[in-house]
């Protein structure tokens, strides 16, 4: 089955940087739509970024400020998060899916996350 195991999490101050990653295996990782979700404590899941069919996809909230990019050779989807705002707070999480890619697809196989925590 597929494995996805995230990384990179922390803690930083507002306006700084980090930089996840997600390493895949198990199974071909260029058979998958990739993406990054998030939540927070208390809170609903969302779409952070998405990855696939040739096509990339960004919530509205982090757009501009984050960028996702993938590394097939070596099966690892990155999140790569700028100017960071307390509101970014939330345990990350990497997810898969089949077929047709953005951030509303069946996401079936899910990492087990990486906090990012950012203070004021």
């Known amino acids: 089955d597929l494995m996805l195991v995230e990384s990179g999490g922390g803690s930083v101050q507002t306006g700084g940087s980090l930089k996840l990653s997600c390493v895949a295996s198990?199974?071909?990782?260029?058979?998958?739509?990739m993406a990054w979700f998030r939540q927070g404590p208390g809170g609903e899941r969302e779409g952070v970024a998405s990855?696939?069919?040739?096509?990339?996809t960004y919530a509205s909230s982090v757009k501009g400020r984050f960028t996702i990019s993938e590394d097939r050779d070596k099966s690892t989807l990155y999140l790569e998060m700028n100017t960071l705002k307390p509101e970014d707070t939330s345990m990350y999480y990497c997810?898969?899916?089949?077929?047709?890619?953005?951030?509303?697809?069946?996401?079936?196989?899910w990492g087990q996350g990486t906090q990012v925590t950012v203070s004021s």
């Open positions: 997810a898969a899916a089949r077929g047709y890619c953005d951030l509303g697809a069946d996401f079936q196989w």
């Open positions: 198990g199974y071909s990782y260029s058979l998958f739509c």
């Open positions: 990855i696939g069919d040739g096509r990339i």
